[in-house]
């Protein structure tokens, strides 16, 4: 814990206030999972990013039927609806690894574990219940994350737009990025989002926002970039963030174009 308090009071800050600062750097889709078979989400992945020092790591929250926050990608676990389904019943079923399905708590303590490098993408799922309980999803979230006093290290994204107008509204200075791409960056920068997160289709659709989000000084993020040629292509106009499945091989795109 010694190390952590040096650590959280500088090199977090400096992770934190460079975000957009950085130039492709490199997010690992719900960890770094694929080329050693790892659970998506699940704590291994997000070890294995930290423990191959990438930027930043992403992962996703929804909250069970008993308002625990958990980490998982779909609404369903094994085809049990998380929304509807309580903590206890979900972790009746393991990982592929043999892990649990992790909360939120458990997944942001690994993240601040030895971690001088990587950020903490929280991505809040829009809940399919009621906008409002994706809207409490996201507060509970920030709050667990500010009691671990990881909230310097975290960034918060959500296809929901008005889960993150809430959230900026509970926090003025967290680091917010929209999914949906549906937005402008000067539309994001009215509302005090700092980021647009888009499919790199959007982009390619709508160049004109990659300058427009420069000029504005909005972060610029991609997902989810799985392919070489798409890599270089986002590469070359000089994001922010690349999300991807494939952090090994967009690291070996980088060596290249340097």
Known sequence: MKNFRVWSSAVLLVVFSSCTAQKNAIVAHRGAWKKNNLPENSLASLRHAIDLKLPGSEFDVWRTADDSLVINHDAHYN????EETKYADLIAFKLS???KLPTLH??????????KHTLLVCEIKPSEISKER???TALMSVEV????KADKNTCYISFDYEILKA????????????LEGNKSPKEVKADKINGVDYHYSVFKKHPEWIQEAKDNKIILNAWTVNEASDMDWIIEHKF?????????LLSERLKIKK
């Open 106 to 115: 458990e997944y942001i303590s690994e993240g601040k574990r030895n971690n």
């Open 79 to 82: 085809k049990l609806l998380i």
């Open 167 to 178: 959230i900026r509204k509970a926090d003025p200075k967290t680091s917010l990025q929209y």
């Open 97 to 99: 690894n043999g892990e």
């Open 145 to 148: 994350i500010k009691k671990l």
């Open 240 to 248: 922010n963030y690349i999300t991807t499945n494939e952090p090994e």
């Open 134 to 136: 994706g809207q409490k």
